[in-house]
T-cell receptor, first 115, second 111 residues
């Protein structure tokens, strides 16, 4: 079974540019999560999809961030325009169960560097 | 947002047991205690979870205090591959599915 895959593994862009990160969850996992760690800080929750619907987007920092999950399969996280403080590692995770005690499977992360 | 407190770092000798503590004094009745670990350049990896009773799996054991305000992750025989940052996380399944990561404990395993 393939794990959670994220692309790109590393992206370097200039301030003001746009970047789109992609996450392919494990097949059959309805729940998809985005997290990020900015430099020196803790890993923070961004949002949670159940299939194609946003269940909880309370962690999204501002309206420069847009997440989508068309068709309930892969997800994209777009940052437009990128700012310096957006630099960090963005993790995607998926799980089969929404509630209960489901284990989250994380991808290896997409490192974003904004210059 | 931090709901757990862990030591920043710990050391262990290879093949010896390791006890990683976590305090979560504000835990609610609907919070499950999860442990994840993160190896260098990888995403977090599930280790174990529990609610009230102690739990064992192939990777580790989880000991939960009776009042649930603290827990301990036990690695029975540390190996070099266990060197990672270990996160003690409360999963609120009553009001949502967010994971609140803390700062974690960086475990160093000494050969």
């Amino acid at each position: 079974e393939a794990g959670v895959t994220q692309f790109p593994s590393h992206s370097v862009i200039e301030k003001g540019q746009t970047v789109t990160l992609r996450c392919d969850p494990i097949s059959g996992h309805d729940n998809l999560y985005w997290y990020r760690r900015v430099m020196g800080k803790e890993i923070k929750f961004l949002l949670h999809f159940v299939k194609e619907s946003k269940q909880d987007e309370s962690g999204m920092p501002n309206n420069r961030f847009l997440a989508e999950r068309t068709g309930g399969t892969y997800s994209t996280l777009k940052v437009q325009p990128a700012e310096l403080e957006d630099s960090g590692v963005y993790f995607c995770a998926s799980s089969r169960q929404q509630g209960g005690t489901g284990e989250l499977f994380f991808g290896e992360g997409s490192r974003l560097t904004v210059l | 947002d931090a709901k757990t407190t862990q030591p920043n770092s710990m050391e262990s000798n290879e093949e010896e047991p390791v006890h990683l503590p976590c305090n979560h004094s504000t835990i609610s009745g609907t919070d499950y205690i999860h442990w994840y670990r993160q190896l260098p350049s990888q995403g977090p990896e599930y280790v174990i979870h529990g609610l009230t009773s102690n739990v064992n799996n192939r990777m580790a054991s989880l000991a939960i205090a009776e009042d649930r305000k603290s827990s301990t992750l036990i690695l029975h025989r540390a190996t070099l591959r266990d060197a990672a940052v270990y996160y003690c996380i409360l999963r609120d399944v009553g009001t949502g599915n967010q994971f609140y990561f803390g700062t974690g404990t960086s475990l160093t395993v000494i050969p």
